[in-house]
């Protein structure tokens, strides 16, 4: 393509961006280019955009090199769709948010977005709507077929810095009020630990500049403002189970959260071995009994070496034994598996120099993460 030919589809480019932001108007999206950000209670701090909720309730984070440029603005929305570690098809993550207004029975919408994967082939994304709010405790994408599946087959340009442009069409069936965005497949993609996005081992597709709107000029509905007022003062982004739109009045208390850490020496563990020993059966026991009369908000299991051997030799033998502890705590305590996360560190974290042994001996662990939660009126 000459270059009179990219000039004129920045040109378009450009255009269909400008016309996009003309029309929010009609968008039953709020927030739409994710630019107003929530100020979450638990941490008193900005953590993610208004209006669009995680499930479980976290704020996503992103290593830097996978961080996008924003097509407009600075901010994206994070959408989980896969993760590196194969334990991940039991515990799904999803983006939600609640529709300024419900769907119309038999109304023909239209859907577009730039999307980016930071350099990795776009599979697919899913879209589900519900009338019922989605929550952690209620969902399961088992037994969820989702309304559409957006394909490489729905992008119709490349926009610029990876970002690719998505025009989909379709009739509503239902009066639906929620919109879920992830992965449905029950089939899990397998993924390299080069492709980890955070230390969690997520991989995110990158949103931004999302629409939605009917075709007809069918009016906004009498809620509108009502429903933004709704999703912006529901402030909870780290607590599960917390919905926009509430049956009864329910008083909330706040979170504290605690966290503790139980380290490990690799000195329990069998040389280059994630076999545990007697000893560590020990400490898990005496860990296990610490947290039974407590709640537990997450357990993150964390595997570190020293620098000797292959920076891939270490994460895979970080990850293993962080994977065995986690087998351990799971067979005790099977409540909380769902709440326990691991991640094999490698030689990137280091708690002493690795030039000496005793050194390189403290480097070599596992380190165990316990927050608890209370709350407080």
Known sequence: MNS????????????LLFFSNSNYAQ??????????INNCIEY????????WFNIPATNHLVKGRF??????????????????????NNKRRFVYTLLTCPLADGEKYSLSFYINTANKPFGKLDFYFSEKEPTLSSFNFLNKTPAFTITPQQIDDDHKLGWKHVLYEFTAVGNQRFCV???????????????????????????????????????LCAGYNDNIQKMYAQNYRHTDDI??????????????????????????FEVNSAVLKPAIIKILDSVINKISNVK???????????????????????????????????????????QS?????????????NETENGRRKNRRVEIILTTVSFQD
């Open 4 to 15: 009179n030919m990219h000039l004129i589809r920045n040109v378009i480019s450009c255009f």
């Open 27 to 36: 968008n039953i999206f709020a927030n739409p280019g994710f630019e107003d």
């Open 44 to 51: 008193q701090a900005d953590c993610a955009p208004e209006a």
């Open 181 to 219: 965005i992830g992965n449905f497949s029950p089939l899990q993609q397998v993924y390299e630990m080069k492709d980890a996005m955070n230390s969690s081992g997520d991989v995110f597709y990158f949103i931004d500049e999302i629409l939605l709107k009917p075709f007809s000029d069918i009016a």
């Open 243 to 268: 919905t926009i739109v509430k049956d009864t009045p329910v008083i909330l208390k706040k979170p504290r959260f605690i966290a503790d850490t139980v380290t490990i020496p690799s000195v329990l």
């Open 341 to 353: 996360f691991v991640s094999g560190k490698g030689q990137n974290f280091p708690v002493a120099g």
């Open 296 to 338: 537990i908000a997450k357990i993150e299991i964390n595997g570190h070496t020293d620098n000797t051997g292959t920076v891939a030799t270490n994460e895979a033998l970080s990850i293993s034994r962080a994977e065995s502890v986690k087998k351990y705590l799971d067979e005790k305590l099977p409540q909380l598996s769902g």
């Open 67 to 88: 961080a996008q440029r924003p097509v407009l603005g600075q901010m994206v929305l994070l959408v989980p769709v896969g993760n590196v570690l194969q334990t991940f």
